[in-house]
């Protein structure tokens, strides 16, 4: 390699002859004119002349000397500098590029050799351009270069251009160099592709954090005290701190006060262990709110693995943690009270059972509340007053009860107490007082001054139960006992409670199996016109002929069809049954009656009842007129409007209308105006006494000349001697049905009724109060017919 031409260095370095030839001049000139001078200032010039050859001879011998010890050390230090500099170039990584000013090429090193892929003499003699492009070309910078006095340089970014046609950026720092007669621009060339992409992708870093919706804070750790160097806007968004108020700051000022916090102390832990960590803190902006910082901390390692900074990013998830919170609020209370749920009582019971199994102190009271008659109240004034009402027991219960207690609704009107912490019997006996004792006072709601009672049932752990369930199904028992016993009292459960509950299970599983069996089947009893004495219609009255129980009456398991829906499938049943059978009679030529047949409800608030009903009479091919359909006052008041566009639908097709128990409800007589009925059946309750109890008496007249007035008749239920059928005959009641003319028959015997026309002689009646013999007689006439009376 030609170390001459890798650059203009070489230019320095004098020729080692010349210096030496120079110096010899030098030193004879110094001689020379010594010699010229000396004589004129001593006076003795034939001595100098003398030397003066001497001299030159002494120079002729010293050129050797010279040239060993002056002129060779000084070129070989020159040459080692040179040299120096040569490997230099050599080993620089940066691309030495010399180019004369016309753009030719004289030599590459071989960083630049690597850089371009073309060997030093390759390159020599091509024109720059071929290797650095740039806009107007070379000339531009080395012009620029070569334009001013001295060295310059300068630098410029370029692409620059492989031998295999990749380009790459390229840093180009020229100087233009001036030796002598000698000019050339040297280029250090750098490929700076790498260091491009690196800005440019700390440009996307930097842009990413500065728009980041997390808070990104870097601290310092080098110096051990975390003291933040950069936030990004996030941060200054989330906190309300500028940028400049935080920096230089321990980020712990975001705490405030708030110290006492476990995941601080983990934080504290990550930052001490140097490692990254995941931390939900309590955290304060600038205008002192809280916010929830859910914190990611990472710590950054330079190349010997020391934590240089640590990187922390912010995340402000209060709107999450309400939401969060919100979400568990739901899932564990009662939307409309506010009161823990279902959920919740269970988990807080099972706590309380588990702590109390484990200390084995005293015993936990769990007490079943439920309104009495809250339905009823529900149905007359409205879902609002209702949910209000709910929400008014629900405070009062709250604060009838200590800090420790937990008062829950499950849903409807039911809700469940527990007093974790009873020390006798008699505290629990207290609080169940206190309980009912909340009732005593009326709930005024809507303009409504509302009287309501409750019933409860009480269960203690552990001696009735040592499950969560147990606890509960017990409390359940006692309550439905408490509620047998006349409602508005507590009851403690007993082993035997569970016993009936356990038949009522068995009892509405066997319902299922006797609708799939036909195990039901219909009496019939008569009803007798008090004009004639003859059978003016019969009423259908469900049986259910139980395989082991035998005949079951409808008070044992109609009110639990009704409460499971099993009354729909079995009043379809009774509704067509009946029918057929009414036709049956009529076809085999008995005179017409009426049939009257039962409704609940729950069957009168099927949205298909109009349907049913009619198709149960197309099927069965029964006239309208001969079919009365009974519902009790209750059931209409509840419902008021409602009821009046069914009626008045039944009505329209023919069906007559009879309000059963009447008296026993809260009747408007608004709306018994408006009702089509035509029949008010007096409940049996007021006829018992009529005629000893004044009353009763009062009250039957009244219901009587309403009737009549409201242009409807009136049917005495449930009569049972001769006294009572003078007093509804005297005061104008069309109609009687009691044990006293018939009992229920089965559908045999009460045809054979019909066909012997049997009838109630009311000869006794006409003539005044009965003899014994007219009596005995009308009783022997009832007693002789069949008789479907139930064995439970
Ligand atoms: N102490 C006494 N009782 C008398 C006398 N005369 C009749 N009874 C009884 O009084 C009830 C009259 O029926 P209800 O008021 O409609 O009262 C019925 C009715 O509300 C309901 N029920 C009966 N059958 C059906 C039905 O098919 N569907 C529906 N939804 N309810 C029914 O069950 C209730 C009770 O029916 P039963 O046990 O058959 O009881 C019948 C009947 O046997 C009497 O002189 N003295």
Redesign the pocket.
Known sequence: MDFTKISALHYRLPSPVRQFIVLLSIIFLIEMLLMAVLPQVTGREVEFKDALVDSMGLVTVAAPFLWAFIVRPLRRTAVAAVFREEVLLRQMVDGVITFGEDGTIRSLNPAAERMFGYRDDEAAGMAIDCLLSADGGYFRFAVQASGGHGTRQLAYELEGIRRDGSRFVADLSVSRIVFEDHRAVIGIVRDITARKRDEQNLLVFKRAIESSVNGITITDATNGENLIIYVNPAFERMTGYAGHEVLGKNPRFLRGDDRDQVELRKLAMALEERREGYFVLRNYRKDGSQFMNELYVAPVRDRDGAVTNYIGIMNDISDQRRYEEQLVYQATHDPLTGLPNRNLLQDRLGQALALESFRRRNPIGVMFLDLDNFKKINDTLGHTVGDMLLKAVANRLRNCVRGGDTVSRLGGDEYILILPNVKEMHDVTTVAKKLLGVFSTPFLLMGHELYITASIGITLFPSDGDTVDALLKNADAAMYHAKEQGKNNYQFYSEEMNTRVFERMALETSLHRAIRQHEFL??Y?PRVDLRTGRISGV????RWNHPEMGLV???RF?PLAEETGL?VP??EW?LRTACAQNKAWQDAGLPPLRMA????AR?FRQENLIQMVADALAETGLDPRWLEL?L?ESLLMERAEQSVSILRSLADMGIDIAV??FGTGYSSLGYLKRFPITNL?ID?SFIRDIASDPDDAILVRTIITMAHGLGMKTVG????SLEQIDFLYRHGCEEV????FS??LTAEGCEELLREERFLDLRALRDGLPGQRSEERIRALASSADDCR?TA
């Open positions: 219909l009496c009893q009423e259908a009255l469900v009456p409808p008070a109609i009354i079995i009043g009774v047949v039962n409704l609940s069957q009974e009790t059963d128990d059946k049996q239920e449930g009569v049972e049905q009691g044990y006293y009992r229920p139930v």
